[in-house]
């Protein structure tokens, strides 16, 4: 049964903060903690510049011990920002901790009626009112600590992944490295180059990817996907789904007793498949085979069978002979990991731009987009860095940049961010125009250059200094010669604020990213939140940008916004440090804000267990075969939904107990400021 009796009489203390003029500019706070002394149970009321401040905190830990205070109430700023550094004065007073609670009177008060006085000093009285009824009725509480596992999964392997993983492994954390393709390296492995140092992506990308294949510490696994996650912080069973890739590599062909078998990379089997696909790789530009690799530096090199064009002729297993490394009859496998922490890294995909119909691709042959022009740029790509036109095969001599292509919309088709990095690849894309073809001419239409990163600015000077012309406008239009096929592109010159019609050999599109397609069913399976946007959303902005609303899950990369290289790694090295804290302390802290069964109230119906959103209850048989509901405490995250259905009364939510509610809406309803 739980205790909800408190013989001790409730003796608050309310410590009010000026915050510079955030609060006092707006809030009579003289005034309010006069009010303050005249709310019953409060024994101590007083104010001070910064409270959260160290000879602010000492205000507070001698007032606990000094006024024989049961429990405190800071009126000041928002919880998520101060409510720990409360909490450990309040400790220190001689308190339990969580014998705090803290009235918002800067985000909901002052600074959204800064220009009311009076009102927004009355909403302050009502705030300090409400948390004196809670505080009053506050219990000690304990945190649960639980052990973790020495383990972390990263999901994804791009540069972010990639990074998080080696930086796990490094610091001698079993790793596991999820990617759904056959091969690691993510989007980066598709660049030529990189802006804006002009390195060459796969010559610094490969040697990273050679890393994560020969390290220890990390299990690879491409071609594989998250299946099912149970559990909590410390302690994930996490199922990933192995896809059957056809092929076996060396160690899976030693382990069924094959000795020298297994697929070496050599490539035979290749030419010999009858099927020819498009090779997503190469952005549809250039095929493959029903059995592949994308590009020849893949890692892991092993050959992968595209199960739903192969024909099963049997040819590849014919010639792969001995090494017999080739099962056409492989099928899915499910394997289970059990983690402490995990790290999402799933990346990002292109925006359709095709759904802004008035820019003509996908209609006409001569607009591509960005990542298709990186692709015809690169040495190892489909014209071997020989950039064509795709609809003749000629060089063409005036190119097209339409930046923005779907970023900064609001016209509901597009989407309303900025993409970030646009702009600067765009620049790169210049460049190499003025230094691979002597006479071409790049044209870049614009509405902003962005160009916030360490040495971009001057990047963007450069590529004004050798020549590629700059046309700030929106393009509203792009028609197709038909018998050229020359694009004309219609646009406004808001420089010269006239329209303009400009005669263009080839257009590329500098589309919008989005969120990767299984970026939804990933983040329902580990419990994250995303924005409005679709991306996945970090426990605070500025606090922690890394972290997520789920005890143990992290971000890195694209996945959590758009961002360019340095930055996906810079937050997927703070991911792997942030990951392998609670593995190397080997145990968590949990706040108790869990919630709890009065079992002589439960009826067993479990209508409870399906509303929880984080599978925190179950039912367990007790004596007389009766069943009652039981919650992992380490899953629960204290949200009330059980405890708000249930019909009898038998779930006690801890810190947000029906009286304490109760309390707080009669403070506000029965005792209003006139």
């Known amino acids: 049964m739980v205790d909800t009796t408190s013989t001790k009489k409730p003796r608050i203390g309310v410590f009010v903060c000026h ?161 759904k393709n056959p091969s690691i390296g993510g989007r980066m492995s598709q660049l030529d180059k990189t802006f804006p140092t002009l390195d060459c992506s796969q010559c610094i990308l490969t040697p990273k990817m050679v890393d994560v294949g020969r390290a220890p510490n990390i299990e690879l696994m491409t071609y594989s996907e998250i299946d099912a996650v149970e559990g909590y912080i410390g302690n994930f069973d996490v199922t990933i789904r192995k896809k059957a890739r056809g092929v076996l590599s060396m160690a899976e062909a030693e382990a069924k007793g094959i000795s020298g078998g297994g697929c070496n990379g050599c490539g035979d089997c290749e030419p010999v498949c009858p099927v020819i696909k498009p090779n997503p790789f190469e952005e549809g530009m250039k095929p493959r085979k029903a059995i592949y690799i994308y590009h020849p530096q893949v890692v892991p090199l092993l050959y992968t069978v595209d199960f739903d064009s192969c024909i099963k002729c049997n040819l590849c297993v014919t010639v792969c002979g001995d090494k017999k490394a080739i099962d056409l009859e492989m099928k899915d496998e499910l394997i289970k990991v059990k983690v402490g922490t995990v790290i999402l890294a799933i990346g990002f995909d292109i925006f359709p731009v095709e759904n802004k119909r008035e820019w003509g691709y996908k209609q006409f042959e001569n607009v591509v987009t960005s990542l298709e022009f990186e692709r015809l740029i690169c040495a190892s790509g489909p014209t071997g860095g020989h950039l064509i036109r795709p609809s003749d095969g000629k060089e063409p001599k005036r190119i097209g940049f339409v930046l923005c292509a779907g970023s900064r919309d609001n016209t509901g088709i597009g989407k309303p961010y900025c993409s970030r990095f646009c702009c600067m690849y765009s620049l790169k894309h210049a460049h190499q125009i003025i230094e691979k ?31 590629a012309k700059f046309i700030r406008g929106r393009v509203a239009n792009i028609l197709e010669d038909p018998v050229t096929k020359n694009l004309h592109v219609y646009a406004e010159d808001t420089m010269l604020q006239r329209p303009m019609d400009m005669e263009m050999d080839l257009v590329v599109l500098a589309a919008a990213v989005q969120p990767a397609a299984l970026t939804d069913k990933t983040r329902k399976l580990f419990g994250v939140s995303c924005s ?48 392998s804290i609670p593995i190397h302390r080997g145990e968590v802290e949990l706040e108790p804000f869990f919630a709890q069964c009065i079992e002589e109230k ?23 075969g009766k069943k009652v509901m039981q919650v992992t405490e380490a899953k629960c995250k204290g949200c009330g939904t059980c405890g708000a259905f249930c019909p009898g009364g038998a779930i006690w939510m801890q810190h947000f107990s029906t009286p304490q509610i109760v309390a707080q809406i009669d403070a506000f309803l029965l005792g209003g400021v006139k």
Request: with cysteine.
């Open 437 to 467: 073809m002597p006479g071409a001419i790049p044209y870049i239409f614009y509405m902003d250059i962005r160009s916030f990163g360490k040495m971009y600015e001057e990047f963007y000077y450069r590529i004004q200094d050798e020549g």
């Open 602 to 624: 439960c009826a067993g119906c479990g209508m409870c267990i399906n509303l929880c959103p984080y599978q925190a209850l179950s039912l367990v048989d007790k004596e007389a």
């Open 19 to 179: 915050c510079g003029t955030n609060i006092a500019g707006s809030i009579d706070v003289k005034g309010l903690v006069e009010y303050a002394k005249t709310v019953p149970n409060v024994a101590f009321a007083q104010d001070y510049q910064y409270v959260c401040s160290t000879p602010g905190q000492k205000i507070i830990t001698d007032a606990i011990e000094k006024e024989k205070l049961t429990g405190t109430v800071v009126a000041a700023c928002s919880p998520r920002l101060h409510e720990p550094t409360f909490r450990t004065a309040t400790k220190e007073g001689g308190l339990n901790q969580f014998r705090f609670e803290m009235a918002n009177i800067r985000e909901q008060g002052s600074w959204v009626h800064m220009h009311d006085r009076d009102a927004a000093t009355d909403k302050a009285k009502d705030a300090v009112r409400i948390a004196v009824a809670k505080a009053a009725l506050l219990q000690d509480l304990e945190p649960k600590a639980v052990p973790v596992e020495k383990a972390a999964l990263v999901v994804g392997a791009g540069i972010a992944g990639m990074q998080a993983a080696l930086d796990l492994a490094n610091a001698g954390i079993k790793t596991y490295l999820v990617e």
């Open 532 to 579: 409005l946007d679709g991306w996945l959303l970090e426990a605070h902005p500025k606090l922690n940008p890394c972290g997520t609303t789920t005890a143990g899950v992290f971000l890195a990369g694209v996945c959590q916004g758009p961002k360019d290289i340095p930055d996906a790694v810079a937050q997927a090295e703070g991911a792997a440090s942030a990951a």
